[in-house]
């Protein structure tokens, strides 16, 4: 008999989790799978090739103190929102630090199905760790973590002590996001391994499907992959592209992806009057044409626990700055498959430059990527193993 997978996430809107979750989802053995999502954003669905079933339960957006104040100032939902913010207010009060997200997840679908394993993919300190542990009945239940946990922060985060002690499992997707885990919650090393997310040079440069012109533009054309977003760091980029204009750099700087980012970055397009060199192209499904076109890649975030997109510009041979983040270095070797420099506007904007004015550095990056195997997917059998209880414990 097949054994039955839940898993829970958030959504499936264009995004990194988002997409590496389909991809192990697609790469699994023939279990019998359910998905539960608890907001209907459901864009990439489709891209999941097998059959599996769909559960939703939704869960007020409230996630953030000022998403509910914004609803009460918007008259959007009065009364949930009203209750929100008292019970934020209370909950620190009353030494009780969960009372708001359970008012939130009062709604949520108590399943009757007792599964095998429960998988909160999203995980950490969203909600949906929360509704795996109080709203789903499973025999095995395992939690990834796909951010950074900060040591300053660990008074604030270890409340969430009591809930990650329920999962049996804790896949962390990076050796530096495991270490960050582990340093705030050290009694969870036994049960918490790394399980990189799945990606393959091979799969990804087959998934490329040529395009004529894509940018319709013939000159130096940099690329940023990525959701809109203030960590993602979209915002350090006007400043940059208007400094490498009045250098005499002619360029255009493409952004793929969509966020809350976006009515803020406009603004500083019109302010900085570069509406020519910065093109906001929304999100698709597939950006493969794009890496595969584009001259030069940048990777602006300030924190990313994995970074598909680096590593997806890697598999195109693709020069790359990319800011020192928690595991950049992690993936990257400076000044051989690409330049690191610091989470600040003026270091990006020297290595940018610094690209433009060396073919020689350049060729040399391209030529270490050529040589360079990226290849995950034997990460997938860490999963099989807890799933069917053959795991090696020992962390």
């Not at 039955?4 to 989790?17: A, H, P, Q, T, W």
């Amino acid at each position: 008999m097949q054994k039955k997978i839940i898993f829970v996430i958030r959504n499936l809107e264009v995004g990194g989790i988002e997409t590496s979750f389909i991809k192990l989802v697609n790469l699994l053995p023939l279990y019998d799978i359910t998905l539960l999502i608890t907001h209907k954003d459901t864009s990439l669905l489709n891209q999941i090739k097998r059959k599996i079933n769909v559960i939703y339960s939704p869960v007020e957006d409230y996630g953030l103190f000022s998403k509910a104040l914004k609803s009460l100032v918007r008259f959007k939902d009065v009364k949930n929102s009203i209750c929100y913010i008292i019970l934020r207010l209370l909950q620190g009060i009353m030494n009780k630090p969960f009372m708001a997200r359970e008012f939130v997840l009062r709604n949520a679908v108590d399943l009757e199905e007792v599964y095998d394993t429960a998988i909160v993919y999203d995980g950490g300190m969203r909600n949906t760790t929360l509704l795996t542990v109080n709203h789903i009945k499973a025999r095995k239940k395992i939690m990834w973590v796909h951010e950074e946990y900060k040591i300053k922060d660990r008074k604030k985060l270890r409340v969430y002590l009591k809930y990650f002690l329920k999962f049996d499992k804790i896949f962390c997707v990076s050796r530096f996001a495991k270490d960050s885990f582990i340093g705030v919650f050290p009694e969870l090393y036994p049960r918490t391994d790394i399980l990189y997310n799945l990606i393959s040079k091979e799969v990804i440069r087959s998934c490329y499907v040529p395009q004529e012109n894509i940018f319709n533009y013939n000159g130096i054309k940099l690329l940023s992959v990525g959701r809109l977003h203030l960590l993602k760091g979209q915002m350090l980029l006007p400043y940059v592209i208007d400094k490498l204009k009045k250098d005499g750099y002619v360029f255009k700087w493409y952004l793929v992806g969509d966020g809350p980012l976006r009515p803020e970055l406009e603004k500083l397009i019109k302010k900085y009057g570069i509406e020519e060199e910065l093109i906001l192209l929304g999100n698709k499904i597939n950006p493969y044409p794009y890496f595969h076109d584009c001259d030069f890649y940048v990777q602006p975030s300030f924190t990313e626990g994995f970074c598909i997109t680096l590593l997806e510009a890697m598999c195109f041979n693709k020069p790359i700055v990319t800011a020192d983040f928690l595991t950049a270095r992690e993936f990257v070797v400076n000044n051989e498959t690409g330049i690191i420099v610091d989470c600040d506007s003026e270091s990006i904007y020297r290595g940018i430059k610094g690209l433009m004015d060396s073919r020689e550095t350049t060729a040399r990056l391209i030529e270490n990527l050529k040589q360079m195997e990226i290849n995950t997917y034997s990460e997938i059998d860490k999963l099989v193993n807890v799933i069917e209880g053959l795991e090696e414990h020992g962390g």
